[in-house]
């Protein structure tokens, strides 16, 4: 999820107009509770360096402060054609971060009480022009706060806006060994299919 969120306020997507995020500066994406950011200098991060591709100096930069979307993410060339300063992230992001909340994963599936346990996603059914989102997906069924069964062979859909909005919280069960640093998202809706 949080690839299509880079990948939609990447410079080329927004330079070909193919971003469901266009013209999105500084206005919600996400909750207000919430700060997207990266930490290229992070000691001993996965993603860490100090330059990009291009040879421009990295820094620690907030893609969404508040919710509210404050930066895109620009190479030199991308960065010209819109008009913008380069943000120094030829060849991607470097230790993308979101701030975690309190709860770990058995705590976030007590607050969740009923619903989807998601572990794996299968497909491409992902429309960055629109954000709608359809995948495949098999993980768990949750009664009570707790796993109940396996489910297997089914479809999550919604819309990347709606998703992105209706984070209501991230869990403290993030893996530091990754270049992206979060833990499990609790999304308050999407569409479930399947037998």
Request: net charge negative; proline share 4%; charged share 25%.
């Amino acid at each position: 999820m949080l690839r299509r969120f880079i990948g939609a306020i990447n410079g080329d997507a927004l330079n070909r107009k193919a971003s469901f995020l266009l013209d999105h500066m500084d206005r919600p994406v996400f909750p207000d509770s919430m700060r997207v950011y990266e930490q290229p200098r992070l000691p001993r991060g996965l993603g860490s360096a100090a330059f990009d591709s291009e040879g421009v100096a990295t820094r620690e930069r907030d893609f969404i402060t508040e919710g509210v979307l404050r930066s895109y993410v620009l190479d030199s060339y991308s960065a010209c054609r819109l008009g913008m300063e380069t943000t120094g992230n030829s060849g991607g992001v470097r230790n993308l971060t979101i701030d975690p909340g309190d709860k770990d994963l058995a705590g976030l599936l007590r607050a969740m009480d009923t619903g989807l346990l998601v572990t794996e996603l299968i497909g491409f059914g992902v429309n960055v022009v629109t954000g709608d989102y359809s995948r495949g997906a098999a993980g768990f069924w949750v009664e009570g706060g707790e796993i109940r069964y396996p489910v297997d062979e089914i479809t999550v859909a919604g819309n990347l806006r709606d998703m992105f909005l209706g984070i209501a919280e991230v869990g403290n069960d993030f893996d530091p060994r990754w270049a992206t640093r979060t833990g499990s998202v609790l999304i308050e809706q999407m569409t479930v299919a399947g037998a």
